[in-house]
């Protein structure tokens, strides 16, 4: 059985990836519109009928924008943690709680024939998790908003088969950049964003030969370029002596569109 993932956008203004087996999918937040998120799983000729809910990071609006719509329209049922929930709710977004379905942090939980688990990470939310899931003999582990990878978040992202983490700003341009003092050390603090820097730096310490594909997500549209973000990446690796000869593929994904999709298969 083969897997298959695509970011529908990824960056400040709005996050959404797709995970799927050919039968059944799951969303990852849903930081678009509702409309938008259907409008382009239609074209990839995806139901919405197979998608089996919606799994919550935190409840920044780039990440729930599109949240409300969902459960309203099409009942998908919403997967996060009480904390998460509650923070989400507010009186524009007063669904029932026939809607949650409650997780628990590092605790293994099932949707249909995907095996997940929720990890803690550090950023600047009430609650923040990255998710680890497990199907068809694959690990993809996604961490799209966290300002340092702490070894919890660690051991997640290193059994990765398909990582997808964030690459967020560019030091340079983010500091000669015309942001406040105050949003400059917030997105570079510790609850903040991982800097290409940091990402790179991780990655080029920690490559497993079990890694397949690599997405650098969650670009700022003002403090980085893919290029940027990519340069940084091949220049670690290269000062580590690390030869990549295609394996793992490495993509950056985009703010505003989907990605090609990703096949894995075991």
């Known amino acids: 059985m083969a897997l298959e993932f695509c970011s529908l956008s990824s960056g400040s203004s709005g996050n959404c990836y797709y995970l799927g087996n050919g039968f059944h999918g799951i969303l990852i937040d849903a930081g678009i519109s509702g409309t938008s998120i259907r409008k382009n799983l239609k074209n990839l000729g ?3 009928q197979s998608i089996l809910g919606v799994l919550i990071t935190h409840n920044h609006t780039d990440h729930v924008r599109g949240l409300y719509q969902l459960v309203k329209k099409s009942q998908l049922p919403v997967f996060t943690t009480s904390r998460i929930w509650k923070s989400i709710l507010s009186p524009d977004f007063s669904i029932t709680s026939a809607s949650f379905r409650e997780i628990r942090l590092q605790q293994l939980f099932h949707m249909g024939e995907f095996a997940l ?6 950023h600047d939310a009430p609650e923040t998790i990255g998710f680890h899931i497990q199907a068809a003999g694959k690990k993809i582990t996604l961490a799209t908003d966290l300002g340092h990878i702490c070894s919890t978040a660690a051991a997640y992202i290193k059994a990765a088969n398909l990582l997808v983490i964030e ?4 030091e340079q341009m983010l500091l000669e950049g015309p942001y406040p003092p105050y949003l400059k050390a917030r997105i570079r603090s510790d609850h903040g964003h991982l800097g290409n820097h940091q990402t ?9 030969d079990h890694l397949e594909h690599i997405c650098l997500a969650h670009l ?3 403090n980085n370029t893919p290029e940027r973000a990519l340069h940084s990446l091949h220049q670690k690796l290269r000062e580590k ?5 295609g ?7 985009q703010r505003d569109k989907p990605s090609d999709m990703i096949h894995l298969t075991d």
Do not use: Q
């Open 46 to 48: 995806i139901s919405m």
């Open 220 to 222: 700022s549209r003002n």
């Open 241 to 245: 002596g690390i030869h990549l000869n």
């Open 200 to 208: 790179s730096d991780f990655l080029a310490h920690n490559l497993g």
């Open 247 to 253: 394996k793992p593929r490495i993509s950056v994904l």
């Open 117 to 122: 688990e929720a990890f803690p990470v550090f």
């Open 167 to 170: 690459s967020n700003y560019d």
